[in-house]
């Protein structure tokens, strides 16, 4: 089993930056691809970035592309996401996901409870 907590959301003015952490415990989640997804009210879960269990590799959806950042630190069992430039359309509740691939949502295992972000125009 894998417990994921995500933490860090709240409210910014457009334009500010906030990082998002989320705490992996149980299985060794340093062997997993780990990945952020979003849900804004009315729309379906939405894929944000993933970043394989080696950290080498990481892929974003094209709407965050250069300005959101995702990093793990494997001693930590932690995995960020650096939000820059931040738009009112990223206005969502972000979840972190585990044991997965890709931007489908039903290929990832494990997920947090999520955590609130709401930008302000």
């Known amino acids: 089993q894998v417990q994921l907590v995500e933490s860090g959301g709240g409210l910014v003015q457009g334009g500010g930056s906030l990082r998002l952490s989320c705490a992996a415990s149980?299985?060794?989640?340093?062997?997993?691809?780990m990945g952020w997804f979003r849900q804004a009210p009315g729309n379906e879960r939405e894929f944000v970035a993933a970043i394989d269990y080696s950290g080498s590799n990481t892929y974003y959806a094209d709407s965050v592309k250069g300005r959101f950042t995702i990093s793990r630190d494997t001693r930590k069992n932690t995995v960020y996401l650096q939000m820059n430039s931040l738009k009112p359309e990223d206005t969502a509740v972000y979840s972190c996901?585990?044991?997965?691939?890709?931007?489908?949502?039903?290929?990832?295992?494990?997920w947090g409870q999520g955590t609130q972000v709401t930008v302000s125009s």
């Open positions: 996901a585990a044991e997965g691939s890709g931007t489908v949502v039903a290929r990832w295992h494990y």
């Open positions: 149980g299985r060794t989640v340093s062997l997993f691809d």
